[in-house]
């Protein structure tokens, strides 16, 4: 396959010139062409956002939903047809902001889904406000006097929490970037790829040659199955390490801990519906 094959010719891509999130559509792309998906086969999932965009500019099937609600659509959509390559996309505020009361529940619950959130420190789609991420001092019109707060720290969040996979990646990084995405879509459980990325337009602070100057790939002994190490590495801050920080192959997915799937494999949505049933459980309740 080629990554043209999830072009959609007639998509109006309305990101700015130079906006990170253009290199992260086309190395998904290019993850995707690799890995030999068939777009009948996968799903997009997204919030609101300028990264929530992005599903509407490749071949695939989409759900685009309220703002950070994305991951419970896409847990439901994976326990529904577990055949399905499941792919949230989302930004930082729309995931650790809106969303992380469900960034938190769905690392616990373990989908076999894949996270990708743009982090380019900013609301970008609402014109700059200070997201969950922003550095401390990033100026914006509504942080006039600067961001006072710390930052949130995704990776060591889940870490802490025992998320089966957390990667980080640089959407400048087009061939490095390829190769987390294709680990975290073949990884089996819930997969969190962080990705920086530059807004042109309202982070002028944290820029592409900004990301580039404070940032470096973990080293190629890295044990991503040492999970104390991946937090220490995911508390480094000044100069922020990219790659695999952490990898638990052996945790059981929400969907194999699903009654439903124990004793029968067919998926959810290719099953009768019993009305009867439905009918007496309803009765039931009266
Ligand atoms: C519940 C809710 N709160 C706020 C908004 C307004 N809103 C829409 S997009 C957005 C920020 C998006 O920023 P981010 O998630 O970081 O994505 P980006 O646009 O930077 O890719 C906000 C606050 C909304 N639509 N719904
Ligand atoms: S506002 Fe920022 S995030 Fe949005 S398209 Fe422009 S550069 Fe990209």
Redesign the pocket.
Request: charge should be negative; charged fraction near 5%.
């Given at each position: 396959m080629k990554p043209r094959d999830f072009d959609l010719p007639d998509a109006d891509v309305a990101w700015c010139p130079g906006c990170g999130?253009l290199s992260i559509l086309r190395s998904l792309k290019a993850t995707l062409a690799e890995l030999e998906i068939q777009p009948e086969n996968l799903v997009f999932v997204s919030?609101?956002?300028?990264?929530?965009k992005l599903p509407h500019y490749i071949k695939g099937n989409v759900f685009n939903g309220?703002?950070?609600r994305s991951l419970s659509p896409a847990t439901a959509i994976k326990a529904a047809n577990p055949d399905l390559i499941v792919i949230d996309v989302?930004?930082?505020?729309?995931?650790y902001?809106?969303g992380g009361n469900h960034f938190m529940h769905t690392i616990r619950r373990n989908p076999d889904i894949t996270n990708l959130v743009?982090n380019?420190m900013?609301?970008?789609?609402?014109k700059g406000?200070a997201?969950p991420t922003s550095q401390r001092d990033f100026n914006t019109p509504l942080q006039v006097d600067g961001v006072f707060l710390e930052p949130f720290n995704p990776l060591a969040v889940a870490i802490a929490l025992d998320a089966s996979f957390v990667a980080r990646a640089f959407s400048g990084d087009r061939k490095q970037s390829i190769e987390i995405f294709k680990a975290a879509i073949n990884h089996k459980g819930y997969a969190l790829v962080d990705i920086f990325q530059p807004?042109v337009s309202f982070n002028k602070v944290n820029t592409r040659d900004w990301f580039r100057e404070h940032t470096y790939y973990l080293e190629d002994d890295h044990d991503p199955q040492d999970r104390n190490l991946a937090f220490q590495r995911a508390t480094e801050t000044g100069e922020y390490p990219l790659g695999i920080f952490y990898q638990n192959p052996d945790k059981s997915t929400f969907e194999e801990n699903l009654t439903v799937y124990r004793d029968e494999k067919t998926p959810l949505y290719q099953r009768k519906l019993d009305k009867d049933k439905l009918r007496a459980l309803v009765e039931s309740k009266r």
């Open positions: 999130n919030g609101i956002g300028q990264a929530g309220l703002h950070g989302s930004g930082d505020g729309c995931m902001g809106e743009h380019n900013v609301y970008g789609l609402t406000q997201s807004c």
